[in-house]
């Protein structure tokens, strides 16, 4: 284990992502927290907000980023860009943005891509990591093999996601008495990760061309989603089983499975869990992560972790909840 | 089944209590809904708030209450007050209000408690109605028997409510993502219906000084309150049953069990389920309601059948959730 | 309403649609149970195992089959034929089969697919009846006004259901502690269903040979059903609308929405709730039943209804849970 | 940290209590897993069996004990001191015993028993250890500081515990279409703790004799238990709360709140969340546990940390579920 020692800053540190980013690093070997930022809460003890931290520590939110050797920016979608807009960074600090603000290449930026699975040695060398999406995580984990070995095709994708995803705002949609028991679709075919998914697929299979047919549901638990593409392609079960462990093979938070995976085996893990199956020419592949962890503040700690040089699932061997 | 028919107009109508009036009342064999009144809904369809009503009707929120044989107060607390004040009620309407303003009993009022196990009689010759509290309701069927006996001791309660007992409102408490598998406290030992409870029990059992400590949860669930209470009593578990099944003999909606019972078998019906359990000379007796319909809105029907002569159970069977 | 009075007994009625079954025809105005059969209940009240129904009824069971002009054949799958085999049917009994023995056709049986959104009429006229499985049903009414335009293309369905239609038995993938919070797939791509909805569609479209893909997941709820249906098709969504509600017009129990619509509109009640969306070419329906009565006895008593010349909607008009 | 290594081996480890004290141990800097022993899965890896340990582990279990600096005993209640008659304990081993067979005081064993907030120091040089019950852990951490001041009077308490509290069979009362959205009581006024939790009260306040009035319920919910107990005492609020953080000052695991407190504050966390509230003369005291960490296996391994001379929080700095 490397004894190295550096410094992280959560910037809004007092929504959903940014406090799943602090009770990650809380416990990280390698890490201190320097400052926990956040504009509406200032002045206040971290557990006074994420009261699951009552007693963990006894950090105060402060209203102005300080210095870092990596910035965690845990802000709303279009709140980033304009951060760093409104304040200077320090000389070499790296920055991990968990918004959509950057996910897309532009002239315009040089932020990576941070899926370490597609991504791992440009996201070792970058200063700047675009964090990839939850939905589109999920979703491009299990298509990532197919994609590199050119036999993807039309993808049809159902997810399914814990109301987290839908942040702390109060919502009609993540009050109780509506979402208890209840199943709902939105944003049906036309969900913003799709983007980055085409993104990512279109570089590792060049020339893909046919749509990703994406419909996302709101589900009644809190965290979690679970992810079924379905596609017709060649090669019989074992050459993909084969395939899919091939390219996984060094990738510390993807298990492929033979068996029926659930959600909940991913859920307070940065863990993928991934399953393949096939009827034919048609192939289902299933995949489950933690919309938190694997899906946001977890991953954003891998990608951390690979800039700095630690090992990449330093602070990420999480006691899941299992039940 | 009486053939007679009467009017009904829903004040407040867009509220959860208000809803589930209306749920009942379309398919009341007696009742024809006149107005279903809503001043920030004025002019919606019903369904386009109450949106499991689909297909069921075409009645439209209006701002102003109009005739009706019967009104029912779906108010906030403190609000029926004010609309009574604020509005004429046309000669000869009944009233059954469903807030908390008119259940303590006084010179000022004329409304009868509506708890139709303790008051029938009253009920059933009044004007005007202040329908019981949900918890109040769960807790009061629960020890109507020994307080009639005289056999009431200090009664410690505690009691878990469904979140519909919140509201419609976005509260942090009716988030999902806290909610969702959490438990709480709140109110403890201070909730505002062990006033309307000690007034029902020192009515029994004049004389009854001895303290009733209530302890209400919430719940991760949300229709439904469960509640134990424990006392110190003589007579042994078959005089108990003997009591309180002569007591509720003829009140259709009140079930002794001697098995153990569980929430579900009262949610969507108009029931309450009372189990007995005895341990030396300690007792506990455990209730359960559906808050919104044995708790609101079902006793609301409840009390205006008896008050217009139909039969008390008219309307009011229901098929259970079961599940 | 008809006041025409008929009797009906349930065969292995102390399963969950056998209780279904019960709890609608208890308050069904044409309806008298003549007798609920249970070989491993027999002689016991129905309320000891349908615990809801405490209060309501004091039914008891049989072991045996008697006489009825409808018998609802509320047994597992394969139990239905022999059970038929074993007993004679009295002349003139009508027999609706919750199972899935008789759904496909075949030279060896006359039972008729009960889907009365697609076949009322020779429904009206069976004597033998095949209720439609739970997933088929949602799938199949989501896609018949298509099917019958002949605009049908191959089909990418994803659905979720609760936990009812696992039944009753104990199981690892119905022990709540697994199931809480969780989502998993199952018979990816070969659900038993696909075949029935195969017989309809291609009645309905002749010369319909593109696939339905199609992929169950198991939610983590007690009732109901949520299907995504993905085709390419053309007409604009106002086209598709107009199809949607000419062929439902006549059919009391599907709702077409052009607001996004949730699984809990249709629990407790015997509506299915249809929502269309589309992007481009692309076409997404949505749709939403309770897996226990539009899914299973509530489409039982419809058809019921329909074979006996009663109003369509007797008994059927039941108060939805809302919440 | 303490850089010392010790083994450990887990007994009954297929359960839900083994399974959760391999995932502690696994991330736990200064134990290695031995053996992981259990007769029906023996020659299956673990991740068969927990299958979120999938890619966490390639531990396969045996069907006999090997050797081990200590041994957790994760059997049912009763099946401990039958393993104990049958296996030779190895010279030096140490034995923390998760089932109830030890934990009254008794001539004939010299199991200590394992609440480290009550007996700390006779842990330490312990070598057998009863680990104590769930609801338990939760009642006496609540009434412990007022039992050493002397000032416990009569005592009602209700509880409310996830399913994981059922263990891993299948029962009616573990069937997820039953449990979901359902509360109900057992084992009324009759617990098995409350003879355990009575021994220690005596301990601290001998004399005691009142009694402890305990009404466990049944929550929709995988893990944790929330605890009110109410009882009459003097003290103000300030004195009380004094008297509790005094009593806790150097117990790392338990944290008085001034605030509401509630069940998810101390999921997947081996802490207890206290909150006292009073109204005159009368104290409720909230306290909340993980029931299968604090009330289970991560007591079990903070008694092993103590026994060997661990830090007593090492390994149990988890990552709160938060949500």
Redesign the interface.
């Known amino acids: 284990m490397s004894t190295n020692k550096f410094t992280a800053g959560i910037i809004g540190a007092a929504g959903?992502t940014g406090?799943?980013t602090i009770?990650?690093l809380?416990?990280h070997p390698n890490i201190e927290i320097s400052f926990v930022q956040s504009r509406s809460q200032a002045g206040k003890l971290i557990a006074?907000v994420?009261?699951?931290?009552?007693?963990?520590s006894n950090l105060v939110f402060v209203a102005e980023p300080g210095k870092a050797d990596v910035w965690f920016l845990c802000l709303g979608h279009g709140e980033s860009e304009k951060f760093l807009h409104d304040h200077p960074v320090p000389a070499n600090t790296r920055i991990i943005d968990l918004s959509q603000d950057f996910r897309i290449r532009d002239n315009k930026h040089d932020f990576v891509y941070g899926l370490p699975e597609a991504f791992r040695e440009q996201i070792k060398s970058a200063k700047h990591i675009a964090n990839p999406g939850c939905f589109a995580t999920a979703i491009q984990l299990g298509l990532l093999p197919l994609a590199k070995a050119g036999l993807l095709t039309a993808v049809?994708t159902?997810g399914?996601t814990?109301?987290?995803g839908?942040g702390?705002k109060?919502?009609?949609t993540?009050?109780?008495?509506?979402?208890?028991?209840?199943?709902?679709?939105?944003k049906?075919?036309?969900h913003q990760h799709i983007a980055e998914i085409r993104q990512t697929l279109t570089t590792l299979q060049p020339g893909f061309s046919e749509?990703v047919?994406f419909?996302p549901?709101r589900?009644?638990?809190?965290?979690?989603i679970?992810v079924?593409s379905?596609l017709t392609t060649t090669g019989d079960t074992s050459v993909l089983s084969k395939l899919y462990r091939e390219y996984f093979e060094n990738h510390?938070?993807v298990?492929i499975?033979e068996?029926?995976?659930?959600?909940?085996?991913a859920?307070?893990?940065n863990?993928c869990?991934i399953?393949i199956?096939?009827?034919g020419q048609?192939v289902?592949i299933?995949s489950?992560i933690d919309n938190?962890l694997k899906g946001a503040s977890g991953q954003a700690v891998q990608n951390m972790n690979l800039m700095l040089g630690l090992s990449e699932t330093a602070g990420l061997?999480?006691?899941?909840?299992?039940?």
Do not use: C, M
């Open positions: 959903y406090g799943e009770r990650i809380l416990n006074s994420h009261k699951d931290l009552a007693g963990e049809h159902t399914i814990g109301s987290t839908a702390q109060l919502q009609d993540t009050h109780f008495t509506w979402r208890a028991n209840n199943v709902s679709a939105y049906t075919l036309q749509p047919h419909v549901w589900g009644d638990f809190t965290r979690g679970f079924t379905v510390p938070f298990v499975s068996e029926a995976i659930d959600l909940k085996q859920v307070n893990t863990k869990l399953q199956e096939r009827q048609t289902a299933h489950a938190l061997r999480l006691k899941p909840i299992a039940f």
